[in-house]
């Protein structure tokens, strides 16, 4: 009934001082197609104009590639240290058996090496109805595709990354009905728009904030305008937020340790996974 997963590192055979700095093309999210599609109907329904299609000038970032192993990538390993690896996203049932894998460069996502493994996975084993997670995996996309596929996403409460001495966003309430939230000294801000990344946009009216006591814990905008954002697919995440508090739940969670973290405890410290003497991603799979 329950599957695990989850990622780990593989120190790649390759010296940290050996690289180049190169210009990639940044590659399209697996669900791009279907988030536009729904963006446009969202900003649709707010008699917002659809998007301008971007410029045909692709999305570039920057990269360290190593010139020993350029399969691998730069991860970072603790606060200070930095190294090449490679990350297994990694596939086990109840008794740590391993369904399968996913092995990726090191500086790739949790939740971008998912989808592969998620498809192959759910495409094979039929049966289970929990998948269990941590954090790194929650965002709304893997929430709605469980949701959606009758899946139950089991996973774990994310700490919001605000700053010290500022309100928090669940310190804003949000109404449904009107599409609108609510800051804490009572003032509304209204729905401005749906930007491109999914996310819409809720701004307060700056009369409102220019003379409100709590302006200096709220934002510290230029203009004194707060901006809140709130995805097109949050109610997937709210909803696996809900299944948290279920008992069996968090029975299920709980297994995380006996399980997948035990899988990788076994695969460094019995079978010399910790780190790897082969180059080349097909031959670390």
């Given amino acids: 009934e329950s599957l695990f ?8 055979s390759a010296n940290p001082h050996k690289y180049q700095n190169e210009t990639m093309k940044k590659e399209a999210r697996c669900y791009e197609k279907e988030l536009l599609e729904e963006i446009e109907k ?8 659809p998007l301008k299609e971007k410029e045909s000038t692709p999305q570039t970032i920057n990269k360290k590639v190593s010139a020993t192993d350029p399969d691998s990538g730069w991860f970072h390993k603790g606060e200070h240290k930095q190294v090449f690896a490679y990350a ?4 086990c049932d109840k008794n740590n058996y391993v369904i399968d894998f996913e092995v990726t460069a090191g500086n790739v996502h949790d939740s971008v090496s998912f ?3 998620y498809r192959r996975v759910s495409g094979r084993v039929k049966y289970p109805k ?3 997670m941590d954090a790194g995996y929650k965002i709304p996309a893997i929430a709605r595709t469980l949701i959606e596929d009758g ?8 700490r919001p990354m605000t700053k010290k001495g500022y309100f928090r966003k669940s310190d804003y309430a949000y109404d449904s009905s009107v599409c609108c939230y609510l800051c804490p000294n009572n003032k509304i801000l209204k729905y401005s728009t749906t930007n491109r990344d999914g996310y819409r946009e809720y701004k307060s009216n700056v009369f409102d904030c220019k003379n409100c006591m709590y302006v200096k814990k709220c934002t510290n905008s ?21 299944l948290r508090y279920k008992t069996e739940v968090k029975k299920i969670y709980q297994k995380r340790k006996e399980t997948i973290e035990r899988v990788f405890a076994d695969a460094k410290e019995k079978h010399g996974m910790r780190y790897t003497k082969l180059r080349g991603l097909q031959k670390i799979k």
């Fill in 42 to 49: 969202d900003r649709l329904e707010h008699g917002k104009k």
């Fill in 115 to 117: 989808w592969e493994l």
């Fill in 130 to 132: 929990y998948y269990v």
């Fill in 88 to 91: 297994a996203n990694t596939c």
């Fill in 151 to 158: 899946k139950v996403p089991v996973m774990p409460y994310k």
């Fill in 5 to 12: 997963i989850d990622g780990t590192h593989i120190k790649a």
């Fill in 222 to 242: 230029k203009f004194n305008q707060k901006i809140l954002t709130r995805h097109i697919w949050q109610d997937y995440i709210e909803e696996t937020n809900h």
